[in-house]
């Protein structure tokens, strides 16, 4: 009788070996899957990366410097929203549109110039505040369009005055959820609301 119980206990041990080599083996199996699957998707967001990196960049720099006209017209400093929209200006000839695909090109041929046209009127205009702005709610609806067609790299926040315009309204890009107005400035800075995030 214990021979028999032995006999079972050692079966008993020896199928719980192989069942655990079996399954570590399979375990070992998955996890080189994944190794595998995670460097071809890997390879895979370098190269897509690496192909926009010039739109991506010369975006990146017409936002930023956008905010930072953004910024300054809530301030109500006309001089420095004139200074960042030169280098907006210079930042938009950075745009690597050979790379574009043919819906991209079309896109940013037509917003491109409008964009340009605006941004220089800001630039040209340092000491007329009201002027500024009314070229910054036509920037405001293109870098829109812009960012929707070739992304942010960053979150943004479409916000909207009710009150701009004689109550017609106006939207603007954001980089955060707090409402600083850079239609009515230091006077009505909170007025408006966030109407979209975009990420």
Known sequence: MKN????????????????????????????DTIKVDNSIMKDTAT?????????????QEMISQYLKI???LSNDNGKEAANAANTFVTSMDKMETTSLTGDEKKAW??????????????????????????????LSNDMY???KAFGAGQPLYKEFCPMYNDNKGAIWLSETKEIKNPYLGTK????????????
């Open 4 to 31: 028999i119980i032995i006999s079972i206990a050692i079966t008993a041990t020896t199928l719980l070996a192989c069942n655990n080599g079996v399954k570590n083996g399979e375990e070992n199996k998955k996890d």
């Open 47 to 59: 190269l897509i990366n690496n192909t926009n990196t010039k739109v991506d960049g010369a975006m």
């Open 70 to 72: 953004k910024n300054a």
């Open 109 to 138: 041929d037509d917003l491109s110039d409008d964009a340009k046209e605006m941004a220089e009127h800001i630039a040209k205009n340092a000491g007329k505040l009201e002027h500024q702005r009314e070229h910054f709610d036509m």
């Open 145 to 147: 369009d812009m960012v």
């Open 188 to 199: 009505m800075l909170t007025c408006g609301s966030v109407k979209e995030e975009i990420n």
